[in-house]
């Protein structure tokens, strides 16, 4: 899978929209933007994905940039619920095998 | 509820022993992954299964194996187990390499 790109860490108080960017500047026309969460002691959580244009669904919104090297995960109201450690991933839409790295994360600070 | 199962939740045994996590993945997956997670580590990817087939294989030691039976299920097999073995391990299922992918609650490991 191709790399991303994403800040270790970032705050961001209750209530409040957050913008969690990533970087995939060699992201291939086949491969899909996913994005996965962890809480503490549980296991990863899909969040959103897609390919090109901006996605939403009850969790978040996707941005995904023209040029598909970068985009932006947006949870519209941060609760204290959504602190954990989201992951930026590419998946190759052809391929059935594939070695699905999470890479470090960001990790998301709720401030109450 | 992920609809992934993993068996058991907690597993507690010694250095050089053998143990075999099992994997339920959801109804209608194909793919099953696993990855292992040591304390403030990040998630490791193991290996992944494709009906039945193995098709990509991370940084999985020679200790490790895993298959895939007919009914779909998976088992991580893990042997001469030592200490630094202690980890979480999680299984994902998903229905093609670029859909989401479902994670189960994991299995904690203790090598004592």
């Known amino acids: 899978d191709a790399k991303t790109t994403q800040p270790n860490s970032m705050e961001s108080n209750e209530e409040e929209p957050v913008h969690l960017p990533c970087n995939h500047s060699t992201i291939s026309g086949t491969d899909y933007i996913h994005w996965y969460r962890q809480l503490p002691s549980q296991g990863p959580e899909y969040v959103i994905h897609?390919?090109?244009s901006n996605v939403n669904n009850r969790m978040a919104s996707l941005a995904i940039a023209e040029d598909r090297k970068s985009s932006t995960l947006i949870l519209h109201r941060a609760t204290l619920r959504d602190a954990a450690v989201y992951y930026c991933i590419l998946r190759d839409m052809v391929d059935t095998g594939n070695q699905f790295y999470f890479g470090t994360g960001t990790s998301l600070t709720v401030i109450p | 509820d992920s609809g992934v199962t993993q068996t058991p939740k907690h597993l507690i045994t010694a250095t050089g022993q053998r143990v075999t996590l099992r994997c339920s993945p959801r109804?209608?997956?194909?793919?099953v992954y696993w990855y292992q997670q040591s304390l403030d580590q990040g998630l490791q990817f193991l290996i992944q299964?494709?009906?039945?087939?193995?098709?990509a294989k991370g940084n999985i030691l020679e200790r490790f194996s895993a298959q895939q039976f007919p009914d779909l299920h998976s088992e991580l097999n893990l042997s001469s187990l030592e200490l630094g073995d202690s980890a979480l391990y999680f299984c994902a299922s998903s229905v093609w390499g670029d859909t989401e992918a479902f994670f189960g609650q994991g299995t904690r490991l203790t090598v004592v």
């Open positions: 109804s209608g997956d194909l793919s």
């Open positions: 897609g390919l090109t």
């Open positions: 299964y494709y009906n039945g087939e193995e098709r």
